[in-house]
Each structure stands twice: as structure tokens, then as C-alpha cells.
Nanobody
């Protein structure tokens, strides 16, 4: 059974930084894409960043490119999202997610992801 457990959310002032962590367990993730999505109140869940577990290729939402960095530690089975220069519009619940992919292209569509964490709240005050 796959489990994704996020941590690291909190309240921060605009311009500050947070690092989210996601510990993944339950299987080998070598053929998985891992990602972070977020959902603000009244809005749809949106893709933030993604990475291939085996090769480390990354993708980002345009509005976070250059401010956020997704990374992983294979030995610890942990996914990270370093968030710098945070803005009030980054306020949301952030979810860690995993998608099995043997073939095909990387997806930014939330419904195509197989496993989800419980989410961690990030609040950025102005």
C-alpha cells in the first residue's frame, strides 16, 4: 500500500521560504513520476512541480519557475519542494502525489495521478 506523508507547511510572510517534504513508502518508485499540486479555497487543484523518480527530470508551473525547486532523495524515499520568495497567491493546501508511468509523457493533470498525500497547508501573509 502506497503512503505519501507530507510535512513542512506553515505560516510565512511574503518573501519568505518554506521546504515541504513528502515521505513515500509502500513500493519501489523507480517507474513513477512524483509531483506537488496545490489547491486554494474556491479554486481547482493545480500542478506546481514534478520530477521523474529515476532520472530527476523536472517540470514547473510557470508562476513558480525560478522560485520553487523540486528534488528527491532516493535513499530516504523523500520528495521535497523548496519554496522561496513566497507570495500571498501561493497560499494553498499542497499535496504530494505519485503516478506510475512506464511509457508516455509526463502529465500535469491531477486526475491522472494514482496516489495522494493528505496535504499540508501553506499560508503566505502580505
Amino acid at each position: 500500500q502506497v503512503q505519501l506523508v507530507e510535512s513542512g507547511g506553515g505560516l510565512v510572510q511574503a518573501g519568505g521560504s518554506l521546504r515541504l517534504s513528502c515521505v513515500a513508502s509502500g513500493r519501489t518508485f523507480s517507474n513513477y513520476d512524483m509531483g506537488w499540486f496545490r489547491q486554494a479555497p474556491g479554486k481547482e487543484r493545480e500542478f506546481v512541480a514534478g520530477i521523474t523518480w529515476s532520472y530527476g527530470r523536472t517540470w514547473y508551473l510557470d508562476s513558480v519557475e525560478g522560485r520553487f525547486t523540486i528534488s528527491k532523495d532516493n535513499a530516504k524515499n523523500t520528495l521535497y519542494l523548496q519554496m522561496n520568495s513566497l507570495k500571498p497567491e501561493d497560499t494553498a493546501v499542497y499535496y504530494c502525489t505519485a503516478k506510475y508511468r512506464l511509457l508516455g509523457v509526463f502529465s500535469r493533470v491531477s486526475r491522472e495521478y494514482d496516489f495522494w498525500g493528505q496535504g499540508t497547508q501553506v499560508t503566505v501573509s502580505s
